[in-house]
């Protein structure tokens, strides 16, 4: 078994410290050791995308990363994304109004994708969004709502923006 690692990592907005295996993932060491189960895990194989943070502002699988890969990172799940008072997030408010979340499980994976696409490409258009979202799995909505969720932000976003 290999020696255990001190992970200093800051985790939506907070530094953590945390010791950990070197084969944990960061999904283990998000829903495990900092109770953060926003973060979902389902196939655990990178594929479904229910595991999605940003990982210094970029989307990646917290199923496929090792904790120790996120070292001196800063990482934002879903639980970043409402204000502390619960007032939904303008994307949060959209998946909601767009009925763009029907079961939820696969919901934080796409908040978080959709949260990192639109930071990175704020000038996306319908067709970038839909191909950036295929990344992620949804056996429930068919993702028109999702899509649609996602395109109503952007528009906002880009209409708040002088």
């Given at each position: 078994?290999?020696?255990?690692?001190?992970?200093?990592?800051?985790?939506?907005?907070?530094?953590?410290?945390?010791?950990?295996?070197p084969?944990?993932?960061?999904?283990?060491?998000?829903?495990?050791?900092?109770?953060?189960?926003?973060?979902?895990?389902?196939?655990?194989?990178?594929?479904?995308?229910?595991?999605?943070?940003l990982?210094?502002?970029?989307?990646?699988?917290?199923?496929?990363?090792?904790?120790?890969?996120?070292?001196?990172?800063?990482?934002?799940?879903?639980?970043?994304?409402?204000?502390?008072?619960?007032?939904?997030?303008?994307?949060?408010?959209?998946?909601?109004?767009?009925?763009?979340l029907?079961?939820?499980?696969?919901?934080?994976?796409?908040?978080?994708?959709?949260?990192?696409?639109?930071?990175?490409?704020?000038?996306?258009?319908?067709?970038?969004?839909?191909?950036?979202?295929?990344?992620?799995?949804?056996r429930?909505?068919?993702?028109q709502?999702?899509?649609?969720?996602?395109?109503?932000?952007?528009?906002?976003?880009?209409?708040?923006?002088?």
């Open positions: 078994m290999s020696d255990p690692h001190l992970l200093s990592l800051t985790v939506n907005g907070t530094e953590h410290e945390v010791v950990v295996e084969r944990r993932t960061l999904s283990d060491v998000l829903r495990g050791d900092l109770r953060l189960t926003g973060t979902h895990v389902g196939c655990e194989h990178g594929v479904c995308g229910a595991c999605t943070v990982v210094n502002g970029l989307p990646a699988r917290a199923c496929l990363m090792f904790a120790v890969q996120a070292e001196g990172s800063e990482v934002r799940t879903v639980e970043s994304l409402a204000s502390a008072d619960g007032t939904l997030s303008d994307l949060q408010q959209a998946f909601s109004d767009h009925h763009g029907q079961c939820g499980f696969c919901t934080p994976g796409f908040l978080m994708l959709a949260e990192g696409v639109l930071t990175e490409s704020p000038g996306a258009d319908r067709e970038e969004l839909r191909e950036a979202l295929s990344a992620n799995l949804c429930c909505t068919g993702y709502t999702i899509v649609d969720a996602v395109c109503a932000t952007a528009a906002a976003r880009k209409e708040a923006t002088p």
